[in-house]
């Protein structure tokens, strides 16, 4: 079993900036391919970005240019670096983790909004 903890969600205003943190209970976080996911109040779960083993990373078109996904291998943690935030970028924020038997485990999510 797998532990995943988001924290640094928050109130932010449009054009600001939040960093999330995903730490992973596992020995090594650079080993797995890590992705990040959000869900808006009435939607559904939706992609993020994802990073791979080799460091490779992918955006969705909704946050391409604005948000930057990377590791922290010393702290085992998944950061995602969020700017110039809009209003349609509140939602739950979900870690998720994908292990070598291929099971895969969420966090508990972290609330992100932007208000004025």
């Known amino acids: 079993q797998v532990q995943l903890v988001e924290s640094g969600g928050g109130l932010v205003q449009p054009g600001g900036s939040l960093r999330l943190s995903c730490e992973a209970s596992?020995?090594?976080?650079?080993?797995?391919?890590m992705a990040w996911y959000r869900q808006a109040p009435g939607k559904e779960r939706e992609f993020v970005a994802f990073?791979?083993?080799?460091?490779?990373?992918n955006y969705s078109d909704a946050v391409k240019g604005r948000f930057t996904i990377s590791r922290d291998n010393a702290k085992n943690t998944v950061l995602l670096q969020m700017n110039s935030l809009k209003f349609e970028d509140t939602a739950v924020y979900y870690c998720?983790?994908?292990?070598?038997?291929?099971?895969?485990?969420w966090g508990q999510g972290t609330q992100v909004a932007v208000s004025s």
């Open positions: 596992v020995k090594d976080i650079s080993s797995y391919f």
């Open positions: 998720r983790i994908y292990t070598r038997d291929g099971l895969t485990y």
């Open positions: 990073i791979t083993t080799a460091d490779t990373t």
